[in-house]
């Protein structure tokens, strides 16, 4: 329902990621109830999880932490996080991954939303369908990767995608060499991906 009281001084962070304003209302916090004005700081959640290696088929019973895609010879999993704003009109939208072993090589893949917990590839699970495209293959530095906007050559994710009206959902996953003896002959294994539903 509606607030106790009337929220002033609105502002938006320039990646479109984080929201600040100030409100005298006693509703929005539990305990506050002091009458005074408060500064409130929200994140806004891009991306939500679509299969990661706790839920997921992983292929040799190597299922990874929560959030995080099968487990690596580095440890849980790899875990790829949003940040910016998925819109068409203004696409800040970037991507990051950690996790990763050491000196690795991270490729972001795009595709249609697949069906269910995805599907055994490598020494993880696929969870994006065709069509699909790629980034160019980046060096893993300290066991993370960066894609997207801020990233010097990168495309726009939206322009990954192929995305051309809103709205319209894609899964976002990135595939990691892991040449490490740990599960099976595969060299390589997935994070966890993350569906997008793109705005206007």
């Not at 509606?2 to 304003?21: E, K, L, Q, R």
């Not at 706790?54 to 019973?61: F, L, R, T, V």
């Amino acid at each position: 329902g509606p607030s106790t009281g009337g929220v002033n001084f609105p502002a938006m962070h320039p990646a479109g990621d984080i929201v600040a304003c100030v409100t005298g209302a006693t509703d929005l916090a539990p305990g506050d109830t002091n009458d005074a004005w408060d500064v409130y700081l929200l994140g806004c959640k891009v991306g939500v999880l679509a299969c990661h290696g706790a839920s997921a088929a992983c292929p040799c019973a190597n299922q990874g932490a929560e959030g995080a895609g099968c487990a690596s010879s580095a440890g849980f999993g790899a875990r790829l996080v949003a940040q910016g704003r998925a819109a068409l009109s203004a696409d800040t939208l970037s991507l990051s991954v950690a996790g990763l072993p050491p000196d690795s090589v991270a490729q972001l893949y795009c595709g249609q939303p697949s069906a269910g917990s995805g599907t055994p590839f490598g020494d993880g699970v696929r969870c994006f369908g065709a069509p699909y495209s790629a980034s160019a293959p980046r060096r893993a530095i300290g066991g993370m990767a960066r894609f997207g906007f801020g990233v010097a050559g990168d495309l726009a994710l939206s322009q990954l995608g192929q995305v051309q009206y809103s709205p319209e959902s894609r899964h976002y996953q990135v595939r990691y060499r892991d040449p490490a003896p740990h599960c099976g002959p595969a060299t390589f294994n997935f994070s966890a991906a993350l569906r997008v539903e793109w705005a206007p």
